[in-house]
Nanobody, 127 residues
Framework: QVQVAESGGGLVQPGGSLRLSCAAS????????IGWFRQAPGKEREGLSC????????????SVKGRFTISRNSARNSAQNTVYLQMNNLKPEDTAVYYC????????????????WGQGTQVTVSS
């Protein structure tokens, strides 16, 4: 059974940084891509970034390119894999609930998913 759990959210001042973590387990290379979405109040969910567990290729939405960095820590023969989202130079408009997702991909320039979602972690950027 696939399980996805995020951690690392919180309150940060504008210009600050946060690192989110996602612990994903219960899947094999049938789900080669793990990524991050967010949903701000009153807005639709937005795909932010996606990383391949097979070759490490990464993809980013234009809104976060250059400020956010996705990475993975995959232990060989491990049942659990971890994905990180390093967020720098945070802005008030980055305030949202951030979700880790499985089976993400790039489609017509957008990051999309039909996989599993975590429960989300709140990130608030405010002075």
């Amino acid at each position: 059974q696939v399980q996805v759990a995020e951690s690392g959210g919180g309150l940060v001042q504008p210009g600050g940084s946060l690192r989110l973590s996602c612990a994903a387990s219960g899947f094999t290379l049938d789900y080669p891509m793990i990524g991050w979405f967010r949903q701000a109040p009153g807005k639709e969910r937005e795909g932010l970034s996606c990383i391949s567990f097979s070759d490490g290729n990464t993809y980013y939405a234009e809104s976060v390119k250059g400020r956010f960095t996705i990475s993975r820590n995959s232990a060989r023969n491990s049942a659990q894999n971890t994905v990180y989202l390093q967020m720098n130079n945070l802005k008030p408009e980055d305030t949202a609930v951030y979700y880790c997702v499985t089976d993400c991909r790039l489609s017509r320039g957008l990051i999309v998913t039909k996989g599993y979602w975590g429960q989300g972690t709140q990130v608030t950027v405010s002075s």
